[in-house]
C-alpha cells in the first residue's frame, strides 16, 4: 500500500485527479486529471531479493492528452480535462487506450523502443540529409540498442460528434466498437473511422421546454456486444438491445424503484439522479450509485434492486447545506471486485466505502497521508450522527466535504484498488504474507 503523489503543497485545479482505471490485466493503471494529462502508472515485476515490492505501481509513461479549446461558433470554451479513460484489451506489444474531454475522444497508443536504427544512406547521424555528391557507398542501416523510451502516440481523434458533454465512453465486447455518451444522446463509433458514428439513443424532445432528464452514465454488457444500459438523472436504467432496430430509442428492459411517498422531500430528484452504472463481470447483474446508495440489480428483474446499500445516510439530515455547497451534486462512481462479491465507492472526509455481498458487511476506509505509510494497515472509521461520541468516531458534523472521493477502480483480479482523493492517487492492496 502506497501513495503516488504530484504536489506536495495546496492542489493545483489542473492536477486533480478526474478518472482512475486499471487496464484488463491489472498491470497498468491510467489516471486522467483536469489539467488534460494521462499518466500511466506500471506493476512492478516480482524480484527474488524484494518479494514484497511486487504490486508496487511506478509511472510509466505521462502524456497531455488534451489542450483546452474555443468553440468560435457557440463562444464556448471547451476544458482539457480527462472526463474518462477506457483501455482496449491488448493486441500486441503496444497497449491502446480511449481518452476524452467534454467534446473530442482520442485513441492513444503506448509503445516501448529500446533500438534505434543506425547507417543512414541519404542522411546523418543527426537526421541532416547529406549532399548526394558524398554519398560513395551504400550502407546497410543496423539496429542498435538504446535506453527504454516509453511514446504516446494519437493514433485516432474523433471529434465533431457531440453537440452536449461526454460523460462516458465504453469498448465493447467486440473490441472493434465503442460508444460516447453526451448528455442527450450516444453515439456508436468503429475504432478504425474517425469521420462518421452511428446515433444509437436520442432523448433530445422536439420543444427543449419539455426536457425532463438527461442521460448520466452509458456502458456495454461485458459479453453481449449487442445490449448496453444508460442510466438517467431520473434514478432509471433503461437496457438496449442494438438487434432491436437501428435508433435504440425504445428499450427492452425498464429498471426503476418507485419513490416511498414517506421519504419525498425537496430534494427527492436531486439525489435520485444515477451518478454511475457497471455491469458485473459475470454480465448478470447492474450496480448503480445515487447520490446516498448503492444499488444492486438483477438483469431478470426490473421492478425493484436486489439489493441496497447505504453509503453516507447520516447525509439526510444534511441536505439544505449540501445543496448549498453544490456537493448534492457530486457524481461518485463505483466499481466491482473481481468476483463480483464486493462493491466500492466513494464518500466525504476522504472516506470510502465497501460492501461485502455475502456476508452483508461494510467497512468505511480513509484514504489519508497518516494511513499512506508503506504497509501501514487501514483502521475502519465510524461517523455518528449526534448525542455522545465514542474516542473513535467522528462527528458528522466536523466532515471535510471539499475532500471527496469520487473516482476508484478495482484490479481485475486481484485485491488492489485505487483511490483518487482529490490531487493524490492512494493505491492499497491485500496484506501480503
Not at 547529406?130 to 523510451?149: C, E, G, K, Q
Not at 456502458?219 to 432509471?236: A, D, I, L, M, Q
Not at 438483477?298 to 439526510?316: A, C, F, G, I, W
Not at 471486485?337 to 480513509?366: A, H, I
Request: hydrophobic fraction near 35%; charge should be negative; include cysteine.
Amino acid at each position: 500500500m502506497h501513495l503516488l503523489e504530484e504536489d506536495q503543497g495546496r492542489c493545483v485545479k489542473a492536477d486533480i485527479i478526474s478518472t482512475v482505471e486499471f487496464n484488463s490485466t491489472g498491470e497498468l493503471l491510467a489516471t486522467g486529471d483536469k489539467g488534460g494529462r494521462v499518466v500511466v502508472f506500471q506493476r512492478e515485476q516480482e524480484s527474488k531479493n524484494q518479494p514484497h515490492r511486487r504490486g508496487e505501481y511506478n509511472v510509466y509513461s505521462t502524456f497531455q492528452s488534451h489542450e483546452p479549446e474555443f468553440d468560435y461558433l457557440k463562444s464556448l470554451e471547451i476544458e482539457e480535462k480527462i472526463n474518462k479513460i477506457r483501455w482496449l484489451p491488448q493486441q500486441n506489444a503496444a497497449y491502446f487506450l480511449l481518452s476524452t474531454n467534454d467534446k473530442t475522444v482520442k485513441l492513444w497508443k503506448i509503445s516501448e523502443r529500446d533500438k534505434r536504427p543506425e547507417g543512414y544512406n541519404l542522411k546523418d547521424e543527426d537526421g541532416r540529409v547529406r549532399d548526394p555528391s558524398t554519398i560513395t557507398a551504400l550502407r546497410v542501416p543496423v539496429l542498435r540498442p538504446m535506453d527504454l523510451m516509453v511514446e504516446a502516440t494519437p493514433r485516432r481523434v474523433f471529434s465533431n460528434a457531440h453537440t452536449y458533454h461526454i460523460n462516458s465512453i465504453s469498448v465493447n465486447s467486440d473490441y472493434e466498437t465503442y460508444m460516447s455518451t453526451d448528455d442527450l444522446r450516444i453515439n456508436l463509433w468503429n475504432l478504425e473511422i474517425t469521420n462518421r458514428s452511428f446515433n444509437i439513443v436520442d432523448i433530445k424532445p422536439a420543444n427543449m421546454e419539455e426536457l425532463t432528464e438527461v442521460i448520466t452514465a452509458a456502458e456495454f454488457h461485458p459479453n453481449h456486444c449487442n445490449t448496453f444500459v444508460y442510466s438517467s438523472s431520473k434514478g432509471s436504467l433503461r437496457l438496449c438491445d442494438m438487434r432491436a432496430a437501428a435508433l435504440c430509442d425504445n428499450h427492452s428492459k425498464f429498471f426503476e424503484e418507485p419513490e416511498d411517498p414517506n421519504n419525498r422531500s425537496f430534494f427527492s430528484e436531486i439525489i435520485s439522479s444515477i451518478s454511475d452504472v457497471k455491469f458485473s463481470h459475470s454480465g448478470r447483474y447492474l450496480m448503480t450509485r445515487d447520490y446516498l446508495t448503492v444499488k444492486v440489480w438483477d438483469l431478470n428483474m426490473e421492478s425493484k434492486p436486489l439489493e441496497t446499500y447505504q453509503v453516507h445516510d447520516y447525509l439526510r439530515s444534511k441536505m439544505c447545506s449540501l445543496y448549498e455547497n453544490d456537493c448534492i451534486f457530486d457524481k461518485f462512481e463505483c466499481v466491482w471486485n473481481g468476483t463480483d462479491s464486493v462493491l466500492m465507492t466513494g464518500s466525504y472526509n476522504n472516506f470510502f466505502r465497501m460492501f461485502d455481498r455475502n456476508t452483508k458487511r461494510d467497512v468505511t476506509l480513509e484514504a489519508s497521508r497518516e494511513n499512506s505509510k508503506p504497509r501501514a494497515i487501514l483502521k475502519p472509521r465510524k461517523v455518528c450522527m449526534g448525542g455522545k461520541r465514542r474516542k473513535d468516531e467522528i462527528s458528522v458534523d466536523s466532515l471535510d466535504f471539499s475532500k471527496k472521493i469520487l473516482h476508484t477502480a478495482w484490479h481485475p483480479s486481484e485485491n488492489i484498488i485505487a483511490v483518487a482523493a482529490t490531487n493524490n492517487l492512494y493505491i492499497f492492496q491485500d496484506k501480503v504474507n
